[in-house]
């Protein structure tokens, strides 16, 4: 009786609550309405919440214009609407964990303050309600740990802009059942995107090859051995990258950067590749953060 039933079996996702209306949060909320799922959507205030809708709104319009570039105006409208039907918007996560097959959290990447939320979600939501996180940094076994259902939780790592990217990370910690495995695997397919299985390691995938990537760009700058704009021309047009590492560097956001190598550097002090970075540390210092703030590596216009 220690498993549930509902643990044990396929739990086909078709509600589901994004808890976080951020960057990332508002993005998987539109893929997942976008591919007919009923989405609650949840942030703190009112106020953020219907900010996230308006960029959800804009952002799906966007994409209308690209995906039915000949359909009628009434056609394109029929697709917003019924885009929009699917989601729901809402300040108390409690509530709206009630009725969802899952709960994808991409709240801010505090341990303490997931933790805090998903203990309180572990008692309002029913027992075949799926939980994950989107942490780009942090253990999901330690995120896990605040819940009663280690084996309905795992990692759902979606990239950003969530409805460009295709890739979706799904993360299995040890006590992670099949079941839940291939449901959220079900699910990261329906929302059209193509998953990989990785374990509750740093980085996951995708960020454990990046993130030291990154960081030995700088260091190469930092010897004086060659400028970031001929390291960007030399990865684009020798090694095919679209983008070069300081051009990334400056779209992910040189705070994030640092915030996710401090953390992996306090865990792995002696990994050569989790080093801290001096020159990144400096521009974060000076609040050149990329392209949010107008400067990092590059300068840009502000919006
Ligand atoms: P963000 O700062 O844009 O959004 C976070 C949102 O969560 C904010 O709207 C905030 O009001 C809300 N929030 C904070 N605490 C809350 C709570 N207790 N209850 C409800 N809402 C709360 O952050 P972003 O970039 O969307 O990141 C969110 C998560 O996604 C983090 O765990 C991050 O590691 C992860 N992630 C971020 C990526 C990125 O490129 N930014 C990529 C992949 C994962």
């Known amino acids: 009786r220690a498993l549930s039933t509902s643990a044990a079996h396929f739990n086909s996702i078709k509600t589901v609550t994004v808890i976080g209306s ?10 997942a309405a976008a591919s007919g799922h009923k989405v609650i959507v949840v942030d703190k205030t009112q106020d953020i919440i219907n900010k996230a809708e308006s960029s959800i709104k804009k952002s799906l319009e966007r994409i209308v214009k690209k995906k039915f570039p000949d359909d009628t105006k009434v056609g394109k409208q029929k697709y917003l609407t019924d885009v929009l039907e699917n989601l729901s918007l809402s300040t108390d996560a409690l509530a ?20 805090e939320l998903f203990s ?23 995120i896990a740990t ?31 059942t099949d079941a839940t495995y291939k449901s959220l695997e079900a699910f990261g397919k329906a929302l059209g995107k193509t998953t990989v299985q990785c374990k509750d390691t740093p980085g996951f995938i995708v960020n454990r090859l990046l993130v030291p990537y990154m960081a030995e760009a700088i260091r190469l700058v930092e010897r004086g051995d060659a ?8 990865m684009k047009l020798g090694a095919g990258y679209p983008m070069g590492p300081f051009e990334l560097l400056d779209y992910v956001g040189l705070d994030t950067t640092k915030f996710i190598i401090d953390g992996w550097s306090k865990k792995e002090p002696d990994n050569p590749l989790f080093q801290p970075s001096q020159m990144l540390n400096k521009l974060v210092k000076e609040n ?3 392209m949010k703030s107008g400067e990092g590596f590059y300068k ?4």
């Open 227 to 234: 400028s970031p704009r001929d390291v960007d021309t030399a």
């Open 288 to 290: 050149k953060l990329g």
């Open 146 to 176: 605040a819940t009663q259902r280690k084996d309905r939780f795992g990692g759902l790592h979606f990239f950003n802009p969530v409805p460009l990217m295709k890739l979706l990370e799904v993360i299995r910690i040890p006590e992670t």
């Open 300 to 303: 840009y216009d502000k919006k």
């Open 22 to 31: 951020g960057l990332m949060g508002s993005g998987i909320a539109q893929v």
């Open 96 to 115: 709206a964990v009630k009725s969802s097959d899952l709960v994808i959290e991409a709240i801010v990447e505090n341990l303490d303050v997931k933790k």
């Open 120 to 142: 309180a979600l572990d008692k309002a939501a029913p027992e075949k309600t799926l939980f994950a996180s989107n942490t780009s940094s942090i253990p999901i076994k330690e």
